[in-house]
């Protein structure tokens, strides 16, 4: 991702003020922001485009943010869900945790504290996908070498056949002349 270009943030919240300040806040910083009024809407969003951190509020209709982040992780485990409620409470924290939330955030929500959670989850976003993609790598240089491995021994086998096959035709030859 160039410097030019940062990602993609989803605001979940039934109250349109809080996704239009988030919307012209996080616009203004370089970010794609997408907005959705419940669950439902994000859900479809997820569908259709490349999500990189979603903020969601708990209390919604159709869906609530607890369901959506358990759709969430079960979806695209890479995508962080940062929770934002005007009701905390320790049910409701136990929760999000069960369900993969990365942050939980109180409302009315700092900007500045906002923004900090986005620059910390995204960095923690990147380091968890740079994880992945060198594990894979690890995992196919091993594959790698024991395929190496395998052709190496089955051409040591063929390079014993052939000196068998050598050696058999020169006795076969040597005893032709002694016929």
Known sequence: MDAETKETLL?????????????????????????????????????????????????????????????IRKYDNTVPVVVMTGFPSLDNTIHTLKNGVVDFLIKPVN??????????????????????????????????????RELTNRNNDLNVLNRIMTDFASLRESADVFR
């Open 11 to 71: 605001f979940v919240d039934d109250e349109e003020s809080i996704l239009d300040i988030a919307k012209t806040y996080f616009g203004s910083r370089g970010y794609t922001v997408l907005t959705a009024g419940n669950g439902r809407e994000a859900v479809d969003m997820l569908g259709s485009n490349h999500i990189d951190c979603c903020f969601t509020d708990i209390n919604m209709p159709e869906m609530d943010g607890l369901e959506l982040a358990e759709y």
């Open 111 to 148: 900007l500045n504290q906002m923004e900090l959670s986005v620059q910390r989850v995204l960095r923690e976003r990147r380091l968890f996908i740079e994880n992945i993609i060198l594990s894979k790598e690890v995992e196919g240089k091993a594959k790698l070498e024991q395929l190496n």
